[in-house]
């Protein structure tokens, strides 16, 4: 039997490589260790190499010592050989060197799936593909919706679990902190859209009409739609970046342990903060859009704020002011599931939390569009 052994330092990882009739003993010595990285690169580096045709056992009883890198670099050297040809296994392994062996254990890469010939079809499947996307996200809103009413049930049946600390600070969260940003965006926004409007009636010498126009617009539509976008991508994207955060931690977890409900505790005060801060917002922003659009008349119109005030007065009723803020519950509502949903579906990493967020804002600003579309039909049915 010929007998080719690595020289080593005590302690050193190193090799013993004994060659007989039916094969090859690997007998390992030393510490296989982080510590001994270089050492225990070169022993694997003279496994590989002499590896005969046939049969090696790697005999693990002379291991002083296993750690994860060791049994990671043994076993990448396993796979290289049973890739050249040859019948590897293992023998005099401790029980704990074992279960470090599986779990570290090399696995052939996966190759790529093949890639499939495009077709004609395929714009047809991936819309398909898409609404049934659409279709599931539906369903799995009114599930959580579901799940919400059930919470305020609840929350309503013993009024003492309710967090009332929670909800003052999310409408000052959302009301009071957002009321700066949003009302200066509606009060450009009316001085745009009024300036472009004086600019288009000076042609027919109608400027004054540009007070039904944006006394109007901004009450039924622009206000709410304005207010409900903004809180969509300032308070949503917090709620699903706050609940996707202590996914991510393990804290809703730790909330079920406890006993407690996550419903109850986290999303029924977030959703009912929103559902009464979003009509007050919007209320704030009808007035600031209404005085951009007042100043604007004065500077490009020529019309006097008394003049704004009393035409206004005329034109618009309490309809007008309750039709733009009846959708903003439901604009909330919306706004609430979408964001709570998408945070409960973060997983453990910071790219997820930043995917989902951003799905969170697109998703509310597409919702809250197409239901304000859905009233603006639903009014105009009822010709309101």
């Known amino acids: 039997m010929a007998t080719d052994a690595s020289t080593r330092r005590d302690g050193a990882a190193g090799i013993a490589l004994e060659r007989g009739a039916d094969g090859v003993r690997a007998r390992l010595a030393g510490r296989w260790t982080a510590d001994q990285a270089p050492a225990v690169e070169a022993a694997a580096d003279r496994l590989v190499r002499g590896g005969a045709d046939g049969r090696m056992v790697i005999d693990l009883a002379g291991l002083e010592r296993l750690d994860t890198l060791?049994?990671?670099v043994l076993e990448r050297a396993r796979g290289d050989l049973e890739q050249a040809g040859?019948?590897?296994?293992?023998?005099?392994?401790?029980p704990e060197h074992r279960i470090l062996l599986r779990e570290v254990g090399y696995r052939e890469p996966e190759a790529p799936p093949p890639r499939r010939p495009r077709?004609?079809?395929d714009p047809v499947v991936a819309l398909g593909g898409g609404v049934r996307r659409l279709g599931g996200e539906v369903l799995a809103g009114i599930a959580f919706l579901g799940e919400v009413v059930a919470g305020c049930l609840r929350v309503m049946a013993r009024p003492r679990t309710f967090r009332g600390a929670a909800l003052v600070n999310q409408m000052q969260q959302i009301a009071f902190n957002g009321t700066p940003i949003i009302m200066l965006i509606a009060f450009l926004v009316g001085c745009i859209v009024t300036q472009q409007g004086i600019i288009q009636l000076q042609r027919f010498g109608a400027q004054t009409f540009v007070v039904n126009m944006i006394?109007?617009?901004?009450?039924?539509?622009?206000?709410?739609?304005?207010?409900?976008?903004?809180?969509?991508?300032?308070?949503?994207?917090?709620?699903?970046?706050?609940?996707?955060?202590?996914?991510?931690?393990?804290?809703?977890?730790?909330?079920?342990?406890m006993g407690l409900d996550p419903i109850e505790i986290l999303i029924v005060p977030r959703i009912l903060a929103l559902m009464l801060a979003l009509p007050l917002l919007a209320f704030l922003a009808d007035l600031a859009a209404l005085a951009g659009g007042a100043?604007?008349?004065?500077?490009?119109?020529?019309?006097?704020?008394?003049?704004?005030?009393?035409?206004?007065?005329n034109v618009i009723t309490f309809r007008h002011v309750a039709i733009g803020l009846i959708k903003a519950p439901f604009m909330a509502l919306v706004i609430g599931i979408i964001a709570s949903i998408e945070g409960f579906a973060v997983a453990g990493s910071a790219e997820s939390l930043g995917r989902h967020v951003t799905a969170s804002?697109?998703?509310?600003i597409f919702m809250v569009i197409v239901l304000d579309g859905l009233f603006a039909v639903f009014f105009a049915a009822l010709d309101v």
């Open 70 to 72: 060791g049994a990671w």
């Open 361 to 364: 804002v697109v998703k509310s």
């Open 119 to 121: 077709s004609l079809l």
């Open 215 to 257: 006394g109007i617009l901004t009450l039924r539509e622009l206000g709410v739609l304005l207010t409900s976008i903004m809180v969509a991508g300032r308070s949503g994207s917090a709620f699903t970046a706050e609940i996707g955060s202590m996914r991510m931690r393990e804290e809703v977890d730790a909330l079920r342990v």
């Open 86 to 94: 040859r019948s590897v296994v293992y023998g005099g392994a401790a």
């Open 295 to 313: 100043l604007t008349s004065l500077l490009y119109g020529g019309l006097s704020v008394d003049a704004f005030l009393s035409r206004l007065q």
